[in-house]
């Protein structure tokens, strides 16, 4: 089953991402690799592009959800070197209402 972030409108989607390969051990991502995401809102076609780096060796994305609509968001990370291409699980951030105006 997929992860799931929980978070309310407002809170800032905060992720670190680490790739590992086929027998567990992390993948170092150097300055050989580069890094996109995006998510989309479930039972939409539109996607958001999400801003990532690399940093230490794995993928940090910082997201505000201030202008997003409440939800259930599908999300994944890609990440590139000139060997290939990772792509991670599909993961889930549930946005929640929040009561008091923003």
Not at 14 to 25: H, K, Q, R, S, Y
Not at 62 to 87: E, F, K, P
């Amino acid at each position: 089953m997929a992860d799931t972030i929980y978070l309310k409108r407002g809170q800032n989607l905060d992720i670190t991402a680490e790739f590992i390969d086929e027998d567990g051990v992390p993948i170092v991502l150097d300055g050989t690799y580069t890094a996109t995401s995006a998510m989309r809102l479930k039972g939409t076609c539109e996607s958001m592009l999400l801003t990532c780096t690399i940093v230490a060796g794995k993928v940090e994305i910082v997201q505000s959800t201030d202008d997003l609509i409440s939800g259930v968001y599908d999300i994944d990370i890609i990440v590139t070197n000139n060997a290939g291409r990772d792509i991670s699980d599909v993961f889930y951030l549930n946005l929640g209402k929040t009561i008091t105006p923003l």
